[in-house]
T-cell receptor, first 115, second 113 residues
Framework: GAGVSQSPSNKVTEKGKDVELRCDPISGHTALYWYRQSLGQGLEFLIYFQGNSAPDKSGLPSDRFSAERTGGSVSTLTIQRTQQEDSAVYLC?????????????FGPGTRLTVL | EDQVTQSPEALRLQEGESSSLNCSYTVSGLRGLFWYRQDPGKGPEFLFTLYSAGEEKEKERLKATLTKKESFLHITAPKPEDSATYLCAVQAVGGGSNYKLTFGKGTLLTVNP
């Protein structure tokens, strides 16, 4: 596709359940980022993938959060044992690799609601 | 720690009334400063990248400028369709190949007809 796509667009889950959020980056973009946008807060960095390198997980808020990127393309963010404070919009962005124009292009986001 | 502060939090303008949004930043070394527009229920839409003090970029009614401490987004003769949240973000040198963005909380702009 022409842009970054994310699925699902909305996810409602019960506290304690696991959820998986998917991101499909722009074709040819080697860098992929996950951010979280909570009500009244700015976008918060979570995790970064570059090609086949080990991801930078420095922004993950707890060990309940994990992410993987298969084949250098699609990425999945997994939240285990969800808590109410995990409710937010999860945004994925992609960009060309380091040393190139590094504007990040965002997907539409997944709105997660934990009841 | 990198920090970005945007002001005002909200701005209401009449159509045609020009104004400016401010983005103040502190960063160990600036790789780039980015402006995005975000409409309700959508992801941020890229507007501009500025790399060095004195640089300016323009797009339609928007012009972004950069100094060593802040950036301004000037809106000339705005229209109701310019209503959105405008986000400022910085990329810092020293993150290795991690070009993560540090965002401000945004300015909610409303332009009334």
């Amino acid at each position: 596709g022409a842009g970054v796509s994310q699925s699902p667009s909305n996810k409602v889950t019960e506290k304690g359940k696991d959820v998986e959020l998917r991101c499909d980056p722009i074709s040819g973009h080697t860098a992929l980022y996950w951010y979280r946008q909570s009500l009244g807060q700015g976008l918060e960095f979570l995790i970064y993938f570059q090609g086949n390198s080990a991801p930078d997980k420095s922004g993950l808020p707890s060990d309940r959060f994990s992410a993987e990127r298969t084949g250098g393309s699609v990425s999945t963010l997994t939240i285990q044992r969800t808590q109410q404070e995990d409710s937010a919009v999860y945004l994925c962005a992609s960009s060309l690799g380091p040393g190139q124009r590094n504007e990040q292009f965002f997907g539409p986001g997944t709105r997660l609601t934990v009841l | 720690e990198d920090q970005v502060t945007q002001s005002p939090e909200a701005l209401r303008l009449q159509e045609g009334e020009s104004s400016s949004l401010n983005c103040s930043y502190t960063v160990s070394g600036l790789r780039g400063l980015f402006w995005y527009r975000q409409d309700p229920g959508k992801g941020p839409e890229f507007l501009f990248t500025l790399y060095s003090a004195g640089e300016e970029k323009e797009k339609e009614r928007l012009k972004a400028t950069l100094t060593k401490k802040e950036s301004f987004l000037h809106i000339t003769a705005p229209k109701p369709e310019d209503s959105a949240t405008y986000l400022c973000a910085v990329q810092a040198v020293g993150g290795g190949s991690n070009y993560k963005l540090t965002f401000g909380k945004g300015t909610l702009l409303t332009v009334n007809p």
